[in-house]
């Protein structure tokens, strides 16, 4: 790893002996002799630490830890000679990562510099680890889609948002046609591999900002925001397209057409979000009672 370290210190020759000795380590290591340089330096390249005096011209190693902490993604380590003045807890309070008293042992330095490292990449791993974690508690196993858990925590969120911004947001069900017919005729994985290749369909036909889920078995669901219920309309005739233009091939080469059922609704102010799934989804069921490979539109009685 590409370690950049920036040391920041008034005392020059102190400043060139910490940079020559960190050099030494194979860390790409820069110096400066104010705050302002620092901050010059930080704005055009990026550092994994900056080691730093706490008494420097015009503005305070402190200041500069602030700022840092506030503004660039490092870590910092504090220095000072003044004992009485300043204790380790202020330091860590302003966002030291750690705190050293001159007149410093040089040793003692690196040590602390790689312990901060060491923190600094148990810190990223445990990040990417639970953002791999939130990844899997929101979505579907199979499909890669969202799963229906995360639909109603967005769904209420984008419903919120309408309501705040008298914006429209709309609704699509999505049913795939005699699916337990095929899964009973070519098996679950041949199925596993239709409602895969369904759910990449929904989302090269939706919009980036529409959000896709695979609500349970063989249904799918699709939230359009800033969407009406015509647009919303529009966009399942799309799909519908992309289905009848597609050819799904089992893995003995068998060819098969497969079609879904599409219901749409539009969301009104201050409904009941159950009721408006409750709308979407007997929409999708009028589409199958009029022959499947259909789109219908329900729309609620506004109150007045």
């Known amino acids: 790893m590409n370690i950049q370290v920036l040391i920041v210190d008034d005392d020059v020759a102190l400043c060139d002996a910490m940079y020559e000795f960190i050099k030494m380590f194979g860390y790409q290591t820069a110096r400066v002799y104010s705050a302002e340089q620092a901050i010059e330096l930080l704005e055009k390249r990026g550092f994994h630490i900056v080691i730093t005096d706490i ?35 202020e330091a860590i309070d302003k966002g030291a990562s750690d705190f050293l008293f001159k007149p410093l042992r040089f040793e003692e330095l690196l040590l602390r510099l790689k312990r901060v490292l060491r923190e600094q990449l148990l810190i990223k791993e445990r990040d990417r680890m639970l953002k791999n974690l939130q990844a899997l508690v929101i979505t579907d196993d199979l499909t890669g889609l969202y799963n229906s858990r995360h639909f109603h925590e967005r769904l209420k969120t984008e419903a919120d948002r309408a309501i705040r911004y008298k914006r429209p947001v709309s609704l699509l069900f999505l049913d795939v046609d005699s699916f337990k017919q095929y899964n009973d005729t070519y098996g679950h994985m041949e199925g596993d591999r239709i409602l895969t290749r369904i759910g990449q369909i929904m989302k090269s036909g939706l919009r980036k900002t529409d959000s896709i889920y695979r609500y349970g078995g063989d249904e799918f669901t699709a939230i359009l925001p800033e969407t009406t219920g015509r647009d919303a309309h529009v966009a399942a005739q799309r799909i519908i397209r992309m289905m009848e233009t597609e050819t799904f091939f089992t893995e003995i080469g068998k060819s098969l057409d497969i079609t879904v059922s599409i219901g749409i609704t539009e969301y009104y102010a201050g409904e009941d979000l159950a009721a408006f799934i409750k709308r979407a989804d007997m929409a999708m069921f009028r589409s199958k009672q009029q022959g499947r490979n259909k789109i219908t539109s329900l729309y609620a009685e506004k109150p007045s």
């Open 55 to 89: 008494i420097l011209p015009e503005m305070s190693g402190l200041e500069l830890t602030c700022l840092i902490k506030e503004k660039y993604d490092a870590d910092v380590i504090v220095m000072t000679g003044h004992r009485e003045d300043y204790s380790y807890k």
